[in-house]
């Protein structure tokens, strides 16, 4: 039996929205791009018909790693004044940001600036695609993004160099490295933190 009909919008962000889900699948809305992507624990059945998700302009096969449908396999969002590139990549259902994490960027921006410190420093490990990162640099945080996976470290520097006007220069440091043995070198130099951010992936 299906469920009834869920749609979600984040509230701050009408640019998104998640439309249904089930089958194994989720229906989301970026922009005025949709998009089906690979969700395992959508057990359930869709609410929506059939026709509403054959609506979608890519759909990412996750054995495959091919896209169907449209060519456009990247675009650019933006939420809060801050750009950002999202993209199918071939074999994984992410796309470069997760929706659900708007409230906390959004209580990230209001600590930073709450703080005395005129230029407090951050550290966001495992920092993925950077936009926590772009967040706590406009915020006038000193930041130190750090992550050991290379695609995902130019795809930061991407997303940086979408925000010059909006950042100061220098206000983000890139750092290709195992977020544990950066932190245990941070602590034999004796280097402290105002901000630290955790997201480790779940294996």
Sequence with gaps: M??????????????????????????????????VRDEPKAWWKPSLTENAWSAACNKLDPKTGVTIGSTEHSWIMS????KFR????PGSRHVGAFPEMVPQWEWLQSHLKSLPQTKPKMLNLF??????????????????HVDASRPS??????????????????????????AL???????????????????????
């Design 79 to 82: 939420l809060h004044g801050l």
């Design 2 to 35: 299906a469920l009834p009909s869920l749609k979600l919008l984040t509230p701050d962000w009408p640019d998104y929205e998640l439309l249904d889900t089930g089958n194994g699948l989720k229906l989301e809305r970026f922009a005025s791009k949709i998009i």
């Design 181 to 203: 043995d950066f932190v245990k070198r941070e602590i034999r130099r004796e280097r402290q933190y105002d901000v630290i951010i955790l997201d480790p992936p779940s294996y």
């Design 153 to 178: 470290l130019d795809w930061t520097r991407e997303n940086t160099e979408l925000n010059t006007a909006a950042l100061s220069e220098g206000s983000v440091r890139w750092m290709l490295d195992d």
């Design 127 to 144: 920092g993925y695609t950077g936009i926590a990162s772009l967040f706590g640099a406009a915020s006038g945080a000193e930041v130190t």
């Design 86 to 89: 999202l993209r199918l990549t």
